[in-house]
């Protein structure tokens, strides 16, 4: 029987909310300040083990239905389909480029093919690392 | 290719079809009655060879195999390949003839058999008749290997399999031990045909090659010859069916090194090592080899002790015909060059006698269902025609007339006599040794003939102590072949020069191509001392014969382990006694012994490089300020790395292994990588607390909380090895030897559009590892989710059962 955490419950609700958030500016930064993909990911991860930590993993895998094995494949295969799409246009594997575009709400803006590399990195990191703790944690033994 | 080339390779056709013929005719017809055609045609073609031959026309005709390589099956067929291919085809026609009756058409796998047979023949004539070496050396291997598989034929019995593998084991060593000497030869050379390699003689005996190649040309051809030490095998290879001792160990593999000698004799022929080394290993050979044919009680291994003692005295003779090429053209040359024709001319007799022999004891043992001459006796008036067969071929192979080894037996001796006035060697006692051991072992030859032919056909006969019930004369299939092996040894005594003409001159024409005039035989040479000898070796050796009760026990004085045998079972034995205890010295199981050996093989490697490249030499020019706060962090890493190394508790050397992971953290803040001291925070928290769940979850059984032990190897191998990788960092960063390419990422935001360097070398510029990292993260991922999800439940052991 699991105590009732009232008050480590309801700081992991606003914490989570916290370190989400955080953990998505690191990942957007990465490309002109310190962050990135690794880093990002690592600290979502840490948002989600922390839900994990405070309720119980029925109730998350309920409210969060997502296979992070998957994931991590999704992760891998995006970052090496972004290589393979610079082929299509005559490019090297992995060859990035980048543009400066004028979007209506956010003004003049840097797309860079390499943030969707980043996304696969980024997802490869949660994936695995969620994936390694929470069969750790479900193990028996 | 030519007909030659079909003649020769035609065994190996004709192996490949053997099995078909097995399948559809066996049940109606012996398979043999098929394979007797081809050595009975290759015979034919071979007879038809013989007016050109001995008119001294070769014959030279070439096959490509290999040709980028030189390596062709080159068929040169001179009067020595000539007799050779004719004893192998002949005796091969009747060692077929005598297996259909030997062997039974229903109980035996007639398809392996007549197959490893085929195999055997095209390979030996093919090896008799190759020029190019290395086809020479992939027949020689052929028939080791086809001997091995004849051998081992009944393959159930114990006692075949291990005849086989020691034949094989000692014959693929020598055989080995050839082709180094043949790549000797080559290189000096730098031909791979034998005649020009004779043509080139001068060349080789010059060369400083010259007596290593001699050296394992010989060992290969002592081994296959069973000379002695290495003829131990024979006797064990005994455990063949008959017809195959017959053939391979009587008449055609054991004389492939007598061949060889023979071939090799205009190259090495001359020098004092071959003259003194194929005489004495000859003259030992044949001394040693009648001395153990006496002890024997089963027929078979006298046979094979007596072949080894007649190999050994062919060598002999080979060997002092060796001589005739350190003379010119002349009267010395003659002299010793009728040695060589001796040993020619006994081969064949030998050929001739030892296969009716062996096909003799076949009948006996196939008969009465036992070889052991201390059951046998009395079987004269069962089996007269086999004793008809046995009388001639003893009495043959004891030197008596009218029978051909009469007349090589005193050609033998006349050798022998000139090996002991050779002066031009000086090593006098080995040249006076020699005839007298060679006579004295001629005195054995007779005993061993004489117990050869009286104890299973003289005495009493006593049905009650052998296997089979009704004892009768062979059928007549099985007599033929032995009694056209019997007629021509009556025969060639009475007509010795038609051989002599026709096939023996020109065989010798091919060793020394020279000579002044043909050899004749004659039977009678007045009163010289071989007449002597030979009347010697018949006195003393009936009467040894007669008293043999009285001094065979000298025998039993010698000690039982004091044989060669004994001697190679004990080593092999050794040997792998020494290389498991070798092995498991340094093979220990534990993984600390192996990282002790890798960190001292590292570490010694690295400081090897560092002092002979010379390159400890330190600059500390370029190196930044110390500060405070580097001194800081240093110190206090160095506290906790010591706390990990001596604290008795694990969960303290955790936490300080932690703390060292966050100095590292402050470390890459001071010297300003923020990326870096963010990942290191993060992946630190995440490996320590794994490792916290790793010692939760230690057995419970053996859990003691204790001290590291100490020992003094690991202290000295961890402190060298730190020392080394600190010498070499210090080395290699007080040297830059290239400017570094740091300047280019420096264009980060012209090129990639991003401020941030790191990031923009690890997604952009260098994409591709971290593609590669993050596989390998999520291979980690996903191996840790299959070891804990999907291992059975059960213990190891079961998981192997269900597999």
């Known amino acids: 029987m699991k105590p009732n955490d009232v008050i480590l419950n309801t700081v992991t609700k606003l914490a989570a909310v916290i370190i989400f958030t955080f953990s998505i500016d690191l990942f957007w930064a990465g490309h002109h300040f310190p962050g990135g993909g690794f880093i990002g990911g690592l600290t979502t991860a840490a948002g989600i083990v922390l839900l994990y930590l405070s309720f119980d993993i029925e109730r998350i895998e309920k409210n969060l239905p997502i296979d992070y094995k998957k994931m991590a494949a999704i992760g891998v295969l995006i970052a090496i389909f972004t290589g393979l799409a610079g082929m299509i246009y005559g490019d090297n594997f992995l060859e990035q480029t980048f543009g400066y575009f004028n979007i209506p709400i956010f003004g003049e803006t840097e797309l860079a093919t390499a943030v969707l590399f980043d996304v696969g990195v980024a997802l490869a990191v949660i994936g695995t690392a969620v994936t390694i703790i929470t069969s750790i944690s479900e193990d028996e033994l | ?803």
């Open chain 2, 1 to 803: 290719m030519s007909f030659l080339h079909f003649t020769i390779l035609l065994p190996f056709i004709a192996a490949i079809v053997v099995p078909f013929i097995y399948r559809s005719f066996n049940h109606k017809i012996h398979t043999g009655w098929f394979v007797v055609l081809v050595p009975v045609f290759i015979f034919i073609n071979l007879l038809l060879q013989i007016p050109s031959i001995s008119n001294g026309e070769n014959i030279l005709i070439s096959m490509p195999w290999i040709p980028s390589l030189e390596i062709n099956f080159d068929i040169y067929m001179d009067g020595l390949a000539l007799m050779f291919g004719l004893i192998i085809s002949g005796i091969g026609a009747l060692v077929v003839i005598y297996s259909i009756f030997y062997m039974d058409k229903n109980r035996e796998a007639l398809h392996n058999f007549y197959i490893y047979l085929l195999l055997f023949m095209g390979a030996m004539l093919g090896l008799v008749s190759s020029d190019n070496v290395f086809v020479l050396y992939t027949l020689w291997e052929l028939t080791s290997v086809s001997s091995f598989l004849l051998i081992a034929y009944w393959y159930e019995r114990k006692k075949s399999r291990e005849g086989a593998l020691k034949a094989m084991i000692i014959t693929v060593f020598g055989g080995l031990a050839m082709l180094a000497g043949l790549i000797l030869l080559v290189m000096i050379t730098d031909t791979y045909s034998l005649r020009e390699m004779i043509a080139n003689v001068d060349l080789i005996q010059e060369s400083a090659l010259f007596i290593p190649a001699l050296l394992l040309i010989l060992l290969g051809a002592f081994t296959k010859s069973a000379q002695f030490p290495f003829s131990i095998w024979l006797p064990d290879a005994m455990e063949a069916p008959t017809p195959v001792s017959a053939y391979l160990h009587s008449a055609t593999m054991v004389k492939a090194g007598i061949y060889l000698v023979a071939r090799m004799t205009p190259i090495f022929g001359g020098s004092a090592t071959w003259f003194w080394l194929v005489v004495g290993i000859g003259v030992i050979t044949l001394f040693y080899g009648s001395v153990r044919a006496i002890r024997q009680t089963d027929l078979k291994a006298l046979l094979a002790f007596s072949t080894i003692s007649q190999l050994g005295l062919i060598m002999s003779l080979l060997g002092v015909g060796s001589a005739a090429f350190y003379f010119n053209p002349g009267e010395s040359q003659q002299l010793y060059a009728f040695a060589l024709f001796a040993a020619i001319f006994h081969l064949f007799n030998h050929s001739t006698f030892k296969g009716a022999l062996f096909m003799v004891v076949g009948i006996i043992d196939h008969e009465t269902g036992t070889r052991d001459i201390r059951r046998l006796g009395g079987l004269l008036s069962i089996m007269p025609i086999t004793f008809t067969i046995a009388l001639i071929g003893s009495l043959s192979m004891a030197g008596l007339p009218p029978f051909n080894g009469f007349l090589s037996k005193e050609m033998f001796f006349t050798g022998m006599l000139q090996a002991s006035e050779v002066d031009m060697f000086s090593l006098e006692w080995l040249a006076n040794g020699c005839p007298i051991l060679a006579w004295i072992a001629s005195i054995f030859t007779f005993i061993y003939c004489m117990i050869l032919l009286v104890r299973p056909f003289l005495g009493t006969f006593k049905p009650d102590r052998l296997p089979k019930e009704k004892v009768h004369e062979a059928p007549i299939g099985m007599l033929i072949p032995p009694i056209i092996l019997g007629s021509l040894v009556v025969l060639i005594f009475f007509f010795p020069n038609i051989l002599g003409q026709y096939i023996l001159n020109p065989a010798i024409a091919s060793i020394v191509p020279d000579l002044e005039k043909p050899f004749k035989i004659t039977a009678w040479h007045g009163f010289g001392p071989e007449l002597y000898m030979t009347i010697g070796v018949i006195v003393l050796g009936l009467l040894l014969f007669v008293s043999i009760k009285k001094w065979n026990i000298a025998f039993r004085v010698l000690p039982e382990n004091l044989n060669l045998n004994y001697l190679y079972s004990s080593s092999l034995e050794n040997m792998e006694k020494r290389s498991v205890s070798f092995t498991n010295r340094y093979m220990t199981g534990s993984i600390r012994h192996y990282l002790i050996y890798i960190f001292v093989f590292v570490f010694s490697v690295l400081a090897l490089a560092l002092i002979t490249l010379n390159a400890i030499d330190f600059d500390f020019s370029n190196y930044a300020y110390v500060t405070i706060y580097d001194v800081g962090i240093l110190l206090a890493m160095i506290v906790a790395a010591l706390t990990t190394l001596f604290t008795r508790n694990r969960i303290t050397a955790i936490v300080s292994l932690g703390a060292v992971g966050y100095l590292v953290v402050m470390l890459f803040v001071i010297f300003r990588a923020p990326d870096l001291a963010l990942t290191q925070m993060v992946v630190e928290t995440a490996t320590t607390a794994l490792f916290l769940l790793c010692f939760y979850h230690l057995p419970k059984l053996g859990k003691k909380v204790e001290k590291v032990k100490f020992k003094l190897t690991n202290l000295i191998v961890s402190i060298l090895v730190g020392v080394t990788v600190t010498i070499l960092t210090l080395v290699a960063t007080g040297h830059k030897l290239f400017t570094p390419i740091t300047e280019f990422f420096e264009n980060a935001y012209e090129l990639a559009g991003a401020k941030n360097i790191v990031n923009a070398i690890l997604v952009d510029f260098r994409g591709f590892d971290t593609m590669l990292e993050i596989a390998v993260l999520f291979i980690a991922g996903i191996g840790v989710y299959t070891l804990i999800k999907l291992r059975s439940k059960g213990s190891d052991t079961d998981e192997a059962e269900t597999e």
